[in-house]
């Protein structure tokens, strides 16, 4: 069974500080994707990264295949960052469907 | 972005009754998926479908039936629903990698199910 583990659980900063958000995967996959969810609202898609570094605004995401784990780097936090950031993986081989981790839930203070 | 839209958005029902939950996507991606959120359980993914015609067993299909009629639509059906089924659905939308496109999914906005 695939299964996602993500870290910390929860994490607080003061505004402006960075976060670094960790995922790991059982197995290998080609197919991550990174996720911002407020309480009740949608999942918003922040990066889909299967494999390197990829940035979009303060948020970098590094991937790395062959250790099965991938990171989420939000510099400069803001208090509107505050919320449950998720991370899943993905399995080519059955739909693409995704795995999601159990989120870490950040909370940023001003 | 990609357009994913779910109908309703709140739904009450009784024990025993049928609930059909409803998405809709604008981007004519062959994959869509439908997951359930809970607390202590996180997402967790019910049906998904390659394409019309087509469904899938995902990780928890019990107590569920899906349906894809067209590309676009692609529905949740719970014949006779039970309190445990009490939960935030969410319905997905991608297409799988081929080497060229990415697999990344886009989530509509959910449905709050609350079986009474």
């Known amino acids: 069974e695939q299964q996602v583990q993500q870290s910390p659980a929860s994490l607080v900063l003061q505004e402006a500080e960075n976060a670094e958000l960790q995922c790991s995967f059982s197995?290998?996959?080609?197919?991550v994707q990174w996720f911002y969810q407020r309480p009740g609202g949608r999942l918003v898609s922040l990066l889909y990264n299967p494999s390197g570094t990829k940035q979009s605004g303060r948020l970098t995401s590094t991937t790395v295949i062959k250790e099965r784990r991938s990171s989420l780097h939000i510099s400069s936090s803001q208090i509107t960052d505050s919320g449950t950031y998720l991370c899943a993986m993905g399995n080519n081989n059955a739909g693409a469907k995704l795995t999601f981790g159990g989120g870490t839930r950040l909370t940023v203070r001003p | 972005e990609a357009a994913v839209t779910q109908s309703p958005r709140n739904k009450v029902a009784v024990t025993g009754g049928k609930v059909t939950l409803s998405c809709n996507q604008t981007n004519n991606h062959n994959n869509m998926y439908w997951y359930r959120q809970d607390t202590g359980h996180g997402l967790r993914l019910i049906h998904y479908?390659?394409?019309?015609?087509?469904?899938e067993k995902g990780d928890i299909p019990d107590g569920y039936k899906a349906s894809r009629p067209s590309q676009e639509n692609f529905s949740l059906i719970l014949e006779l629903a039970t309190p445990s089924q009490t939960s935030v659905y969410f319905c997905?939308?991608?297409?799988?990698?081929?080497?060229?496109?990415?697999?990344?999914?886009?989530f509509g906005p959910g449905t709050r199910l609350t079986v009474l």
């Open positions: 997905a939308s991608g297409d799988a990698w081929t080497g060229v496109n990415y697999a990344e999914q886009f």
């Open positions: 479908s390659y394409g019309a015609g087509s469904t």
């Open positions: 197995i290998f996959t080609n197919q």
